[in-house]
């Protein structure tokens, strides 16, 4: 955030270190204009402040919101607005050694494309009202307190925390504001096929998107599978089991390696890829449809639902249920566990020809079963099919002498 020289006084600025979270947290003053053009450059670059929780538009939201640019253009002072980001570890530990003026400058120059409001989305809605209303606006001071985090698992733990209380967000939501350093994590870590961007279509095994990893980065960490994203986080429950993984490290050191499986089990069943005629050779219309749904080795994780099933039920090996936590020693002795039983799976499923390959995985009996869901609650019940199916896999080690077993459990 650049500052104007009178502004950068030691009295203006100052640092605390939460150690709780690993993050700096650096309250500072400057100008509604200078807040603004930061977020503006935000919305340049991301298309508006994409994921946020929108301004609200009842007719109490829109009263409040009026109330409060009035009280701005007659001289009140908001509480902070609190913005987040993940810098790199360079510019992070510059954040020590420097001038905190100067770290400011870089960070608002370096970052500000990726800087998220974790906490006044309805304060900045309401200043850019108040500056097209009267210009003058813009040459008041207001405070901004900056959280600077060492990975995005903190700046998730502080949106959790800091919205307890207030309009609710649904847990996609508090996620998607950080979407950015989280599918940077991803990315980073994960070994893809091809991550895909918005509106791309999966078109080979491993590919996925990044919206399909956020919902299960939520599933893995409440380890279940009816995680409903539109519903609000009125449950304090979910708000501290995501809590409390986020700041047990869990994700970091759980998360990725099992979406890697994930990927890599997914271009393993990939390989079987038959040609149409012999997907449409199938005899009756209806059977040619059911069939259809399920004629691909890569189809098997084409659907969200196969995919926040197989996490969930690794989830729940590898970390335990929710209130039977495993201990540290006990999940590393299962990840390792459950990667040595998937390389020997793996290693099988790549000396396998196309046509074993097939009957390995049995998507015949995977249709069938599919084609007998209820016509409502279509999803829950997938969901729940694929972790019972996985987790037979699991506990079997993933030694089975093919997939009919997972599918018929």
């Given at each position: 955030m650049v500052l104007d020289s009178e502004e950068a006084s030691p009295s203006n600025v100052s640092k605390l270190f939460d150690s709780r979270v690993n993050c700096w947290s650096v309250m500072t003053e400057t100008?509604?204009?200078?807040?603004?053009?930061?977020?503006e450059t935000a919305y340049q670059?991301?298309?508006?402040?994409?994921?946020?929780?929108?301004?609200?538009?009842?007719?109490?939201?829109?009263?409040?919101?009026a109330r409060m640019v009035d009280d701005i253009n007659r001289g009140a002072i908001l509480p902070p607005v609190v913005i987040g980001v993940v810098p790199g570890q360079e510019l992070l530990e510059a954040l020590e050694e420097t001038s905190w003026r100067d770290a400011l400058e870089q960070?608002?120059?370096?970052?500000?494309?990726?800087l998220a409001i974790i906490d006044g989305m309805q304060r900045t809605t309401a200043l850019r009202e108040a500056v097209a209303l009267n210009e003058a606006t813009k040459s008041r001071c207001m405070r901004v307190e900056l959280w600077a985090a060492q990975s995005t698992d903190s700046l998730i733990y502080r949106m959790l925390i800091l919205n307890t209380g207030q309009v609710p967000w649904n847990l996609k939501q508090q996620l998607q504001v950080v979407y950015e350093p989280l599918v940077k994590?991803?990315?980073?870590?994960i070994k893809f096929g091809r991550f895909l961007g918005e509106k791309e279509r999966r078109w080979k095994g491993g590919e996925f998107s990044a919206d399909s990893l956020i919902e299960a980065y939520i599933a893995f960490g409440l380890r279940r599978t009816e995680v409903d994203t539109q519903e609000s986080l009125a449950d304090e429950f979910s708000r501290l089991d995501m809590a409390e993984a986020l700041m047990s490290k869990k994700y970091d050191k759980y998360f990725y390696p099992v979406i890697q499986i994930m990927v890599d089990l997914d271009l393993a069943f990939s390989r079987f890829d038959p040609a149409p005629e012999i997907i449409l050779d199938n005899g009756?219309?209806?059977?040619?449809?059911?069939?259809?749904?399920?004629?691909?080795?890569?189809?098997?994780?084409?659907?969200?639902p196969s995919r926040i099933g197989f996490?969930?039920?690794?989830?729940?090996?590898?970390?335990?249920?929710?209130?039977?936590?495993?201990?540290?020693?006990?999940?590393?002795?299962?990840?390792?566990?459950l990667s040595s039983s998937f390389a020997?799976?793996?290693?099988?499923?790549?000396?396998?020809?196309?046509?074993?390959?097939?009957?390995?995985l049995s998507l015949d009996t995977l249709a069938e079963k599919a084609s007998k869901r209820p016509t409502s609650a279509v999803g829950r019940w997938e969901r729940s099919f694929f972790e019972s199916a996985f987790k037979v896999l699991i506990e079997e080690n993933f030694e089975v002498p093919s997939l009919e077993t997972c599918w018929r459990s």
């Amino acid at each position: 955030m650049v500052l104007d020289s009178e502004e950068a006084s030691p009295s203006n600025v100052s640092k605390l270190f939460d150690s709780r979270v690993n993050c700096w947290s650096v309250m500072t003053e400057t100008t509604v204009g200078r807040y603004l053009d930061l977020i503006e450059t935000a919305y340049q670059q991301r298309g508006g402040l994409s994921h946020q929780r929108e301004a609200l538009k009842t007719a109490s939201g829109r009263r409040i919101r009026a109330r409060m640019v009035d009280d701005i253009n007659r001289g009140a002072i908001l509480p902070p607005v609190v913005i987040g980001v993940v810098p790199g570890q360079e510019l992070l530990e510059a954040l020590e050694e420097t001038s905190w003026r100067d770290a400011l400058e870089q960070l608002a120059t370096k970052q500000g494309d990726s800087l998220a409001i974790i906490d006044g989305m309805q304060r900045t809605t309401a200043l850019r009202e108040a500056v097209a209303l009267n210009e003058a606006t813009k040459s008041r001071c207001m405070r901004v307190e900056l959280w600077a985090a060492q990975s995005t698992d903190s700046l998730i733990y502080r949106m959790l925390i800091l919205n307890t209380g207030q309009v609710p967000w649904n847990l996609k939501q508090q996620l998607q504001v950080v979407y950015e350093p989280l599918v940077k994590g991803l990315s980073e870590n994960i070994k893809f096929g091809r991550f895909l961007g918005e509106k791309e279509r999966r078109w080979k095994g491993g590919e996925f998107s990044a919206d399909s990893l956020i919902e299960a980065y939520i599933a893995f960490g409440l380890r279940r599978t009816e995680v409903d994203t539109q519903e609000s986080l009125a449950d304090e429950f979910s708000r501290l089991d995501m809590a409390e993984a986020l700041m047990s490290k869990k994700y970091d050191k759980y998360f990725y390696p099992v979406i890697q499986i994930m990927v890599d089990l997914d271009l393993a069943f990939s390989r079987f890829d038959p040609a149409p005629e012999i997907i449409l050779d199938n005899g009756d219309a209806d059977k040619s449809k059911n069939r259809r749904e399920y004629a691909r080795g890569r189809n098997i994780f084409d659907t969200q639902p196969s995919r926040i099933g197989f996490i969930v039920a690794c989830a729940i090996y590898v970390l335990g249920r929710i209130g039977m936590d495993k201990t540290e020693q006990e999940s590393d002795d299962r990840l390792t566990k459950l990667s040595s039983s998937f390389a020997r799976l793996r290693e099988k499923l790549d000396n396998l020809s196309a046509d074993n390959l097939g009957s390995f995985l049995s998507l015949d009996t995977l249709a069938e079963k599919a084609s007998k869901r209820p016509t409502s609650a279509v999803g829950r019940w997938e969901r729940s099919f694929f972790e019972s199916a996985f987790k037979v896999l699991i506990e079997e080690n993933f030694e089975v002498p093919s997939l009919e077993t997972c599918w018929r459990s």
